[in-house]
């Protein structure tokens, strides 16, 4: 289910009055209980919007804190679902999971600003990544819970916590997605990728189809007839939320998803990579008509995705080493997430810019990848959006 920007408040209060769905997982805490949450220390406020936990910093830090009874010995992750309404002025949250009141110990994990989206988030905590302060264990009972949030200096944000889930059994799953249509996605990516049979994803800029060191439309149909996906990058590479107005954004989307059914290309021609990760309220709601929209913010994405506007991904550039890709790779299958790669252009030698990835780095990922094929599944994004139900 996907959710407009609320534009009063309140729309905001209908969309946080959601049905939710816990799955396989164990609720841990649904965020509903006002008189067990209160505010413990900051500047800002603690409030309850729809049944629902709101943290809302206005510059500096701010706490709520209850009291609970948990263990998580043997837990392997924890999944917190959050709303954003101010994400440019969101610094970060935390969580303290305490084994005293006073939090002399403590397991504690930050979630950066960067690393959310604009509406609903779903984050997976793999559980062995908590910091422990003092004498902190998973094996020992958490008797007091704190959510810790802040602003930036001389601004107000708010988060709304809707539920942490225990243990959501899911596989996890790799998409390996390129952006623009660059040619070595097809010499080197298509054809290495082959050999083990293993799909991927080209996000399309039907204007570029063609030039010097980009794809062919033949090329492309061959990709997409052994079972690629061609997404849609917009007509020309627009900065969506710089064009003037909605009719605008519409046209931009609009047209390349045109090109790309008139091209036979209809399994992702909804599914929309927002060029330069750029989006705004009036970009989210034509989006809301379409199946995805993928942005650049970084995380492992979660099955569903808490709003199918702003999937989330694993920026690949020339800085990142094969070493770091298969560690999100492996954080994917101990949280049963998706790991959802942007690789842009491919060089036979030294990567130089942030657009650029060398050849035999990206091989050593793939073969990684496929290694991996028992615990995780390579999957292209309409096939994981089709196993969600979107």
Known sequence: MAWAKPTDKKSKDLILAQVRDYKKGRLVEPFSDTAAWQKAYGGGTVSFVNGLLQVTSTGTSIAARRNVFLNLTGAKTLKVKFYVDNLKDLYEFQIYLAHDTGYAEFLGYTVRGWRMALGWNEHIIDVSKLEPVGAASLTRDIVSMQIRAKSNENTTASIVFDSIIRDESQRGKVIFMFDDGWLTQYTEAYRYMGKYNLPGVIAVIPSHVGWSGYCTLPQLKEMYAYGWDMANHTMNHATLKDLKDAAAIEKEIGDAETWLNTNGFTRAS?????????????????????RAGRTVQEDTATTPPPDKRTIKIRNVDHTI?????????DNAVNVGGVCLFMFHKLVSGTASSSIEYNVSNFQEVVDYAYSRRADIDTVTMSEWLDSCGL
């Open 270 to 290: 909804n599914i929309l990579a927002y060029p330069y990760g750029a989006y705004d309220a009036r970009v989210l709601q034509v989006m809301q008509s379409r």
């Open 321 to 329: 080493t094969p070493a770091t890709l298969k560690g999100h790779i």
